[in-house]
């Protein structure tokens, strides 16, 4: 678990508030959620990938880290609802698995003053480290 800390930079996960949307039949939803209650963070759990219901709780419960599908990446930077609701509460946003725009990164990175933090082959190498 130390390796995930350093790579992503956590300083402290009890502290940090997580929206989790992905499936649990997803190996996201399988390996990190479990892993992020297990240190104390708190999870936000979403039956749903539904955008309004996102963003509306990123706002109630002031998350902290956000991780991303890329098409939900898009939304963030040009969709209807992007400020209808307070997103400053999110220090960091995560994606991993398919590519990613580097544009659409940094247009994230510019609007919403977050890391952005990019997984590309993060369990090919490291998946091991975890189970230990």
């Known amino acids: 678990m130390a390796s995930l800390k350093t790579f992503l930079k956590l300083e402290n996960e009890s502290q940090d508030v997580v929206a989790s949307y992905y499936p649990f039949g997803h190996v996201s939803g399988t390996l990190f959620t479990p892993m992020w209650i297990s240190k104390g963070t ?40 992007v400020d209808k609701y307070d997103l400053s509460s999110v220090k960091t946003m995560i994606h991993g698995g398919t590519y990613f725009p580097a544009n659409i990164a940094k247009a994230l990175i510019d609007k919403y003053k977050v890391r952005f933090v990019e997984c590309k082959y993060f369990f090919s190498f490291n998946f091991q480290l975890l189970l230990k």
């Open 42 to 81: 708190t999870v936000i759990i979403h039956n749903k990938a539904d955008e309004e219901n996102i963003l509306s709780s990123i706002e109630k419960y002031r998350v902290t880290l956000l991780p991303l599908f890329q098409s939900f990446g898009y939304k963030l930077i040009e969709g209807p609802l």
